[in-house]
């Protein structure tokens, strides 16, 4: 055995687990295998939903790559669930905690047997923070693979749209057939859902941290071009593990920050902050919601992508996708920062001037009458003149709060209003469908945090709000619970401390005044029963409303009971305290 393989994870195990080497033969390895480098080849594969229901054509192009670089591929999958179905019941509980589980079954396939290196492949919100995680986790020789974008829906339109639209039929303001028919055609093939939501910015993100290969980030589900990147990322990875070239290597404090420049630049995920946040705690790097705020002032919005955009993410892909944004804002970026191809991120982009692909991209948007820069807008001339999000602070929120600002409308960036409060997401949907939510108002939704209920999304809600021509313009919505990606409207979300940890979300009342200032980022409590308070008088009566606080018992089973337990705050990452779901 050369230096190399004695140094090798899967060498040294077979030196006192003779066992295994007998195990493995059973099944597809020969002799030969067993001397060669071995590779996980993970993927969330499975019938839960589109993002994942694919892969495993990618898989098999993983395994190829791997096997033509001469390394032993073993495949592995943990899959995921989906978001849009966990939507709107108690389901949406676990989806925060899958991700965490996600990252751990890694954790275990990997050194488990252990491999030398692997290659992942995911496409979902949760999914692909997990494998993230993982990688960070693990700090052996990775490549990860996105699983792709969703193919346009009829006239552009979006499943996001599903949610008023059950509203408009339950008002007779649309026919059964009509809503039926969108429901039919609105997710036409698989991938991840066809807006900047989450699954599509991580996928951004794994791209933009170095993680993927360029250009791989958002390729459409259906176009062979994925399949080839699937391919090369096996035979990548395996020029990484003859390299020694490991994560730590790769995520720096300057990968995050380019990170989080490319995430101000395409309008991305609220829910970003929180899994950037938790990837970089697994490598061992400190990111504060503060830095992406700093970063969203001066990074502006370039892609215009829905739904706070026009056009869906197939698009950003033939525009040029993350290596076109990446050169946009070159100038802020550190291109010394190394990736995955085991060049840097200016060694990257200056192939990527070159390359045919600008060129074979582009040729699809004219199937659209349109051009690069209908869809990513030029540094000099943005779509918005700062990033997309804003963390909020003040009496509210003294640990922080996150708002998409750049879905806000421009008359909603200030807004003071009474509170209306709910316990529940469900409580607060009915107010709507009765018509009790007035013009004005500040919807409050709490014990939606991480330790109370897993921290569910509230995107029923926002959808009815963003999607509402008067309350759009007049109504906000506050929560310690998180937003999906595809958010839009005046939604403050990931109130620290949550109401479950005493919190002054678990104090407000109907018809205190609360204050949303996105340009001054503050949300605060300004008045109490309708009346505008002094700052000091307002903490004597919420001191005193602590005094008589009774915190409610949430009566959890299994892992969600596990994970509630020993969860950090959302814009500490969400995750499990120690790292893994039983920490």
Known sequence: MSTLDKERASQKVRKIS????????????????LDRIQVLVESTHGASHPSSYHLNELVGEMEKGVFQQGG??????????CDGVAQAHDGMHYSLLSRDMIASM???????????????????????????????????????????AMGAGPCMKS???????????ERHQMTKEQFLAFQRACCPTCGACQYMGTAATMQVISEALGLALPWTALIPATNAEIRKAARAAGQQVMKLAQAGIRPEHILTKEAFENAIMVHSAIGGSLNAVMHLIAIAKEIGITLSPQQFDEIHRKIPVLVDTKTAGKYPTELFWYAGGVPFVMDEIQEFLHLDALTVTGRTVG??????????????????????????RDVIYPLRKPLKQEGS?????????????????FAVADDMQ??????????????GVDAYIRGDIRPGDVI?????????????????????????????????????????????????????????????IALVKDKDLVRVDIPNRRIDVIGVNGVECEPEEVNVIYQERKMHWTPPVFSHKGVLKLYTRSAVPALQGGSCSQGGIFG
């Not at 693990?138 to 996105?146: E, R």
């Not at 014990?447 to 959808?463: D, H």
């Open 444 to 504: 409050v939704i709490r014990y939606q945090g991480p330790k109370a209920v897993g921290m569910p999304e509230m995107f029923f809600m926002s959808e009815l709000i963003a999607s509402d021509p008067v309350l759009s313009h007049t109504t906000s919505l506050v929560t310690d619970g998180r937003f999906s990606g595809a958010t839009r409207g005046p939604c403050v979300g990931y109130l620290g401390p949550e109401a479950l940890d005493g919190g002054a």
């Open 347 to 372: 060694e990257n982009l200056k192939e990527m001037r070159t390359n045919e692909m600008r060129n074979y991209a582009e040729m699809f948007l004219a199937n659209y009458k349109l051009n690069r």
């Open 159 to 169: 499943n996001e749209e599903l949610w008023h639209m059950s509203v408009e039929m």
């Open 106 to 148: 890694v954790e275990i396939h990997a050194l488990a047997t252990p491999f030398d290196a692997m290659v992942l492949t995911s496409a979902g919100d949760k999914a692909v923070p997990a494998h993230l995680m993982a990688i960070a986790r693990l700090n052996i020789p990775a490549v990860h693979v996105p699983g792709g």
């Open 414 to 427: 200030v807004h003071t209003g009474p509170a209306r409060v709910f316990d529940s997401e469900r409580e």
């Open 72 to 81: 032993k591929p073993a495949v592995y999958t943990t899959t995921d669930i």
């Open 389 to 405: 999000l804003a963390v909020l602070y003040g009496n509210l929120a003294p640990e922080g709060a996150t708002i998409k600002k």
């Open 18 to 33: 003779f066992e295994g080497d007998a195990l493995r033969m059973s099944m597809d390895w020969t002799v030969e295998d």
